[in-house]
């Protein structure tokens, strides 16, 4: 199997979330726990691993692998900053946030820094529009960003 014994009793404390034979309705975090055992990536083999602990088909598993932004098929950086470029924050300048992420990392967006350490991906609302515009590093939501915000924040995560 693709993860570990600690992996599968994570898996497990969801499953037992569900109805008896309901296991399926633990894909998602299932998915989020192995993700981070293999280099915060999933591959066929890793959806396939899931899939037979969920008993599920490959491709239920690989639809909701492929339908959600939180999973990664491509090996990404140490940090992955998730920049939102919905509509209010679009509005608020995030698409020349996005330029200016990609100028001073020197990565277009999907692509991993040199040293391996960063990431940026574009995703869909992340649900704070009143702090637009904002991204997401693991699970800290910075909002209100600026050029000067955003410099501090790399630094940060350096």
């Not at 994570?10 to 280099?39: C, F, H, T």
Request: proline share 1%; aromatic share 6%; glycine share 6%.
């Amino acid at each position: 199997m693709i993860f570990s014994k600690k992996a599968k009793k994570e898996i497990d404390i969801w499953i037992d979330k569900y109805p008896e034979g309901r296991q399926s309705s633990a894909v998602m975090e299932a998915l989020k726990i192995v993700q981070a055992e293999n280099e915060n990536s999933l591959s066929t083999e890793v959806i396939a691993a899931v899939a037979d602990y969920l008993d599920m088909s490959n491709i239920e598993v690989a639809e909701v692998a492929t339908f959600y932004e939180n999973y990664n098929h491509k090996l990404v950086g140490k940090h992955t900053i998730r920049i939102c470029h919905n509509i209010s924050c679009m509005l608020n300048g995030a698409d020349d946030l996005v330029v200016y992420l990609e100028e001073k990392l020197g990565v277009k967006t999907g692509q991993v820094t040199k040293d391996g350490l960063i990431n940026v991906k574009k995703v869909e609302c992340l649900g704070a529009c009143v702090g637009s515009p904002m991204f997401q590093i693991g699970h800290k939501y910075y909002e209100n960003l600026t050029k000067k915000k955003i410099d501090k924040i790399l630094v940060e995560l350096k």
